[in-house]
């Protein structure tokens, strides 16, 4: 039972896809909140999408093999650092929260 590099250059890409997909969903939800009129509801709805899609991408994983869950979950969490400081080098200066 030796260490399968292709397995885990997959459970790589695929963690990679599935931050992209969660932490990017996050971003566009907040950007549409700002102009609903429910915000707790889309949030709420984002929510559960969001993490029940990415808990399902992650269990197809761990199924397969511990030591490629880890290195998905391990991209997975490297991209939401990459989203946070690149998206948030846009708004750097800007009050969140405050809407005009």
Do not use: C
Request: charged residues 15%; hydrophobic residues 55%.
């Amino acid at each position: 039972m030796g260490i399968n590099l292709t397995l885990w250059g997959l459970a790589l890409l695929w963690g990679a896809f599935l931050g992209l997909f969660y932490f990017g969903g996050l971003w566009v939800t907040l950007l549409y909140v700002r102009r609903t009129g429910n915000p707790k509801l889309w949030l709420g709805i984002s929510f559960v999408v969001r993490l029940s899609l990415a808990l399902a991408g992650l269990w197809l994983v761990v199924r397969e093999d511990p030591g490629a869950f880890l290195v998905a979950l391990a991209a997975f969490f490297i991209i939401r650092t990459i989203l946070t400081r690149t998206l948030g080098r846009e708004n750097r200066g800007k009050t969140h929260g405050h809407q005009s």
